[in-house]
């Protein structure tokens, strides 16, 4: 059978075009020789409009992110990964297995193929590892100066096994919050890759799928209440979500809370306060107290959560406040992230 | 973190604490300023009030270059940020500040202005090398700290002959705004001030001396660290307790009696004092501001752009003058946390991570029980 485009894609140096998102040849071909090569599995090679999925047994999740981020590839990722990450840490979080995803990329016209070709094999080498498939996927090419490169959403599909309940409305006073690492990485190795500001030690985003580290907390504490991952807003933000769902407040130990030494700096030099900024592979749990030991140590246990800790516990306040207790002995708000974090002008 | 560690430790300041309560007299208050929104910031992130003496209070100044920014600057600002030939550059806290007619610079960039936010005045001229055909204006605005970097600005697009490249100079001074403070007699009572110290670093510690002596106020320059503010408090008091009224520098690590000349002479070179410039809560200032220098008259975007200043009142609710003035503290006023908030501000002083309102709002106000 005579292959159906005359020349292969050149993914070295040819750029997007319109025609890749016309729905013609040209598309077809970037579909075949890009997606579904680097993709594949068994669902996408049936080149249908939609996946056929067996039943997965149990209840099914499902979540979706859009990734927009500039640069499109930073120190300790890219847009890719970042894209798969996103979406299976938002299944693990409420306790399902990731299984399925499906990918829908808007193209801005000009962007390297070789971008688009290293972004596609940095997705499929995060979805093998965390062992789900991209089953079914769409594209779209938008005009120059329309689009910032690549934009990419993905849907998630994972089950969830019986008896696992975890919702952030279940937080109650006396129970203890972890955290699995340090805060701030990701962020910071955006913003410093972003404005090129060129700190002597390299920052790292900690971009990571947590279903795995998931998956080992729910199996060390039967009676998990809650697990999320603080990304856009940092830690502070979704310690507010959490509070404000569940009627509560929270008491942090600023002591405790793990912030490498290269972020906290970075974050000191542009005025910064790390517990806003974002994290792509930590996560935080909320366990009852008789819990919190084995939790820890389960956290602890597993190669993304070895910096865990106990940061605080949830207390009753009506007004729902965050608090912290400062290394400095004094105690302050935790507030909501504002806007935008802005660095200060003096 | 060296130099930065040392200043925040909570056993040394829990001794100073216990140093500054033996040091008062309980018979009498202290009403101090801390100048700078960056020492504001450090006593609600820290919360040094509740390590203090009752008797000790301790005002916000007008010292956040955010806050004290007129609605007409603003104003002007985003007329020139709409205009389709224009890329403004400015510095991030400076995109929020509400202007008239529900506008802010953020607002301006929605509706299709080409505002860019910078980190320094060099970002600003590349991008202005990078997009000849465009006039690139930097929305220049500080005290003393950020002004020598637009001096330099200034000089370099000189030598380069960057003819696409102007600077709205709102450059602000520290000196002259203590002393109208001062003169205004009893609108303002106070016992000391904790001087600034990026300013100090730029200007040094001798023009606080002619304001220490006139007014018999004494001054001591801090640092934005906890330990640094804790410190100077102790200073203040001691000072006030042996009727001294002189200029002290706690932030000698970086502060000398002259500053730093040739910074000083690169902002004498490329800018000059302006007669009068309106304060937001201070109303005019004479003296208290620069503009640029007739030399660099061409790269001045107040001529190239024939902008004329506008005054524009404050709204009606908004106290942002009384507590710039020291008259009030932001949960005094009544739209505090209501209808004004960091998300959504109504006055200046909510805007700024170093504003009075927004540090009171993030950090402090669990103290007074909710007001969200």
Partial sequence: MSKPYTRPLDLKHGLVNLTHGSGGRAMAQLVSELFAAEFANDWLAQGNDQAILPPPGGRIAIATDSHVISPLFFPGGDIGSLAVHGTVNDLAMGGATPLYLSAGFILEEGLPLADLARIVRSMAAAARAAGVAIVTGDTKVVERGKGDGVFISTTGVGVVADGVNLSGDQARPGDVILLSGTLGDHGMAVMSQREGLGFASPILSDSAALHTLAAALMAASPGLLLMRDPTRGGLATTLNEIAQQSGVGMRLQESAIPVQASVRAACEFLGLDPLYIANEGKLVAICPAAEAAAALAALQAHPLGQQAAIIGEVVHDAHQFVRVQTDFGGERLLDWLSGEMLPRIC | ?372
């Fill in chain 2, 1 to 372: 973190m060296k130099y930065v560690d040392e200043f925040r430790r909570g056993d040394i300041a829990r001794g100073m604490a216990a140093q500054i309560s033996r040091l008062v007299d309980p018979a009498r208050e202290y009403r101090l300023m801390e100048f700078c929104g960056g020492h504001t910031h450090a006593i609600a992130r820290y919360g040094l009030t509740g390590l203090l003496p009752d008797n000790i209070r301790l005002i916000h100044g007008p010292g956040c270059p955010v806050c004290v920014l007129p609605i007409g600057r603003v104003d002007s600002a985003i007329e020139l940020a709409l205009r389709p030939d224009v890329i403004l550059c400015s510095y991030g806290d400076t995109l929020r500040v509400p202007a008239s007619n529900k506008m802010s610079l953020y607002q301006a960039r929605a509706k299709g202005a080409d505002v860019r936010m910078v980190y320094s005045t060099n970002d600003a001229l590349q991008i202005a090398r990078d997009n000849p055909h465009k006039q690139v204006v930097f929305f220049a605005i500080g005290f003393e700290t950020t002004t020598p970097p637009t001096g330099l600005a200034l000089l370099q697009a000189r030598q380069e002959q960057l003819a696409n490249f102007s600077v709205f100079c709102n450059h602000v001074l520290t000196p002259p705004a203590m002393r109208h403070l001062l003169a205004a007699g009893d609108a303002v009572q106070l016992d000391g001030f904790i001087g600034p110290s990026h300013v100090s670093t730029v200007i040094g510690s001798a023009p606080y001396a002619a304001v220490a002596e006139e007014f018999a106020k004494p001054v001591v320059i801090a640092g934005f660290e906890p330990l640094d503010v804790l410190q100077a408090v102790a200073m203040l008091v001691e000072q006030i307790k042996q009727g001294r009224t002189e200029v002290e520098t706690q932030f000698s690590r970086a502060v000398t009696h002259e500053g730093n000349q040739k910074a000083r002479q690169r902002v004498a070179q490329t800018m000059v004092l302006r007669d009068s410039f309106e304060w937001r809560g201070l109303g005019q200032v004479p003296h208290s501001a620069l503009a640029i220098h007739p030399d660099f008259a061409e790269f001045d975007a107040e001529l190239r752009f024939a902008l004329p200043y506008r005054h524009v009142p404050d709204h009606k609710a908004c106290e942002c003058g009384a507590i710039l003035r020291g008259q009030k503290q932001p949960q005094d006023c009544k739209v505090f946390g209501i209808v004004c908030t960091p998300d959504n501000p109504l006055g200046s002083c909510m805007v700024s991570s170093e504003g009075a309102c927004a540090a009171h709002y993030h950090y402090g106000r669990f103290v007074q029980g909710a007001t969200a």
